[in-house]
């Protein structure tokens, strides 16, 4: 039965066994728990304390495990917990793994995209994020919404402007098309707003220069 005290309960072995020092253990742990939570929204709720768990298990078994965690995190952001699962997705997506990272791009924009009305900058800065590190896993249609929703709302302008100038000084954020193209964009309407000193206006010509070489 899914009420809560049996869905506490559940959730209190479940965490017993993803505490455990047998790998055995922890997997079958992870699997009771994204099998429960596919089916039953409501173990959220009892699962979402747990995240760290869930994380901390991430990167040492199998690339099945690492799908499972990633689409656990997932589920799990329909909690308070959200903002502190989606810095632990980021972190995964940072050891940019190619056959883990399609799926954490996908899932991070969608989460994005959800609080996109509740709190622009916060979009803006998880898209931005994704963009520097995996952006060639960035649908162009993700790019697009991301553009226009900055370009329309001149409260996130300057906010957007100056996380993008800041990752330009990161090679590394050169390494997709999509940055490049979001950022070219971006900075030429919007560059003006973080441009308030030489040493500044310098790295953002800088930056968009490098940017436009990619297009």
């Known amino acids: 039965?899914?009420?809560?005290?049996?869905l506490k309960q559940t959730m209190f072995l479940i965490s017993e066994f993803m505490g455990a020092n047998s790998g055995s253990l922890v997997l079958l742990g992870l699997e009771k728990l994204h099998s429960i939570l596919r089916s039953c929204p409501d173990m959220v709720l009892f699962a979402a304390p747990h995240f760290k768990k869930v994380l901390t298990v991430a990167g040492l078994y199998s690339k099945t495990a690492d799908v499972k965690i990633v689409e656990i995190l997932?589920?799990?952001?329909?909690?308070?917990?959200?903002n502190e699962i989606v810095q632990g997705l980021l972190g995964m997506l940072g050891k940019r793994d190619p056959?883990?990272?399609?799926?954490?791009?996908?899932?991070?924009?969608?989460?994005?995209?959800r609080g996109m009305e509740a709190n622009a900058q916060w979009y803006?800065?998880?898209?931005?994020?994704?963009?520097?590190?995996?952006?060639?896993?960035?649908?162009?249609?993700?790019?697009?919404?991301f553009i226009q929703t900055v370009l329309g709302d001149r409260f996130i302008q300057p906010f957007a402007a100056k996380l993008l100038t800041q990752f330009g000084c990161d090679p590394s954020s050169y390494s997709?098309?999509?940055?490049?193209?979001a950022s070219a964009l971006v900075l030429r309407h919007c560059g003006s707003l973080v441009a308030e000193d030489p040493g500044t206006r310098f790295v953002l010509f800088l930056h968009f220069v490098r940017s436009l070489t990619r297009l």
């Open 176 to 181: 997709s098309d999509s940055y490049a193209l």
């Open 124 to 145: 803006s800065e998880i898209v931005i994020r994704v963009l520097s590190i995996s952006g060639n896993f960035v649908p162009d249609s993700n790019v697009r919404v």
């Open 1 to 6: 039965l899914n009420t809560p005290d049996a």
């Open 99 to 113: 056959e883990l990272a399609p799926l954490i791009c996908e899932r991070l924009l969608i989460l994005a995209e």
């Open 74 to 82: 997932f589920w799990l952001c329909a909690s308070d917990s959200t």
